[in-house]
T-cell receptor, first 113, second 112 residues
Framework: KAGVTQTPRYLIKTRGQQVTLSCSPI?????VSWYQQTPGQGLQFLFE???????NKGNFPGRFSGRQFSNSRSEMNVSTLELGDSALYLC????????????FGEGSWLTVV | DQQVKQNSPSLSVQEGRISILNCDYT??????FLWYKKYPAEGPTFLIS?????DKNEDGRFTVFLNKSAKHLSLHIVPSQPGDSAVYFC???????????FGTGTSLTVIP
């Protein structure tokens, strides 16, 4: 069974630009959540989607947004990039909507210059 | 406000001995806990879970203990192997959706 797939794996963007990251969950998983990991920090929750609806949102500015499609694939978007947005962005999928183990993809490394 | 804390940034253990990684939390509503292992440049790999209705869960060399009154959980790895060298994260959820709060990780080094 294929795991969580994230694309692209690495990207470099300039301040002020926007970026879209993609995530394909494990087959059959309907919940997708996104996390940001920066140096020295643990993983910070961004948002979670279940059945195309955002269920929870972390404490991030509105520049961070996401969506989920009917096939459970998800995208997250960061607009007006700042240097501090440089991070590893991790997508995780889960079978159900709560109280479940979440399984991570390899992540997308974003560098903002 | 860090609701999940791993106070030991690093730990070194001899091969074959026990590794004990600790995690503390502050939110009494947390009822589901996970441990992950992470290598550099890779995503976290799920190791073991425990729900608040249990105080212990075992899976092979990995055992997680939960002390709800102390708001403390620990991961025991026995015996430790060099391949266990990685950063370990604990995570907790209050059961409303899959929003997890993560600790900052403990870097484990197993010395051959």
């Amino acid at each position: 069974k294929a795991g969580v797939t994230q694309t692209p794996r690495y990207l470099i963007k300039t301040r002020g630009q926007q970026v879209t990251l993609s995530c394909s969950p494990i087959s059959g998983h309907r919940s997708v959540s996104w996390y940001q990991q920066t140096p020295g920090q643990g993983l910070q929750f961004l948002f979670e989607y279940f059945s195309e609806t955002q269920r929870n949102k972390g404490n991030f500015p509105g520049r961070f947004s996401g969506r989920q499609f009917s096939n459970s694939r998800s995208e997250m978007n960061v607009s007006t990039l700042e240097l501090g947005d440089s991070a590893l962005y991790l997508c995780a999928s889960s079978l159900r909507e709560g109280g479940n183990t979440i399984y991570f993809g390899e992540g997308s490394w974003l560098t903002v210059v | 406000d860090q609701q999940v804390k791993q106070n030991s940034p690093s730990l070194s253990v001899q091969e074959g001995r026990i590794s004990i990684l600790n995690c503390d939390y502050t939110n009494s509503m947390f009822d589901y806990f996970l441990w992950y292992k992470k290598y550099p440049a890779e995503g976290p790999t799920f190791l073991i879970s425990i729900s608040s209705i249990k105080d212990k869960n075992e899976d092979g060399r990995f055992t997680v203990f939960l002390n709800k009154s102390a708001k403390h959980l620990s991961l025991h790895i026995v015996p430790s192997q060099p391949g266990d060298s990685a950063v370990y994260f604990c995570a907790a959820s209050a059961g409303d959706g899959n929003q997890f709060y993560f600790g900052t990780g403990t870097s484990l080094t197993v010395i051959p």
